[in-house]
């Protein structure tokens, strides 16, 4: 899961907007899914045969956390609840105003991955304090190169 930190954390040049619609404009990547005010970004890795799901939350979502957090998978008759790796995590600020990134590793099991891989899959719940987000499945259509 590679991205360009400069995408992320914006530039003088960047657009101010705080809408998710900026964020995924800004940043090379594809969203994993979309809530009202942030972007989820999210891969699974592998690394000495221990597995785990990065994610990376751009958006309003600015939080300091030392109990963890949750990354719940809601689908049909399919549900999948994985912990946080480090129970401290922190948000960072970006050049952009009213931008946050989170970062947040979560511990997941081979046998979760293969059950991962064959579910359909409606939203991802993440929790951590009393922050509830809901990340829709993203419908947002790709820009063509020539767009660009």
């Known amino acids: 899961m590679a991205f360009s930190l400069s995408k992320l954390f914006g530039n003088s040049a960047s657009k101010t907007s705080d809408s998710t619609d900026a964020i995924i404009r800004d940043v090379e990547n594809h969203p ?3 809530s009202e005010n942030n972007v989820l970004y999210a891969g699974l890795n592998e690394l000495g045969g221990y597995f785990f799901f990065q994610t990376v939350i751009v ?3 600015h939080i ?3 109990t963890g957090a949750t990354l719940t998978f809601l689908g049909d008759n399919f ?3 994985l912990d946080s790796d480090m129970p ?3 948000s960072e600020n970006s050049s952009i ?5 989170t970062k947040i590793d979560f511990q997941i099991e081979e046998s979760e991955v ?3 891989e064959n579910a359909t899959l409606n939203s991802v719940k993440v929790k951590a304090k009393q922050q509830n987000l ?3 499945k993203s419908t947002i259509v790709e820009v063509s190169e020539e767009e660009e």
Request: glycine share 12%; with cysteine.
């Open 114 to 116: 293969k059950k991962l």
């Open 64 to 66: 300091k956390c030392k």
């Open 59 to 61: 958006g309003q979502l």
């Open 88 to 90: 401290e995590f922190e």
């Open 97 to 101: 105003k009213g931008r946050s990134i």
């Open 134 to 136: 809901l990340f829709k």
């Open 32 to 34: 994993y899914g979309v």
């Open 79 to 81: 549900e999948l609840q």
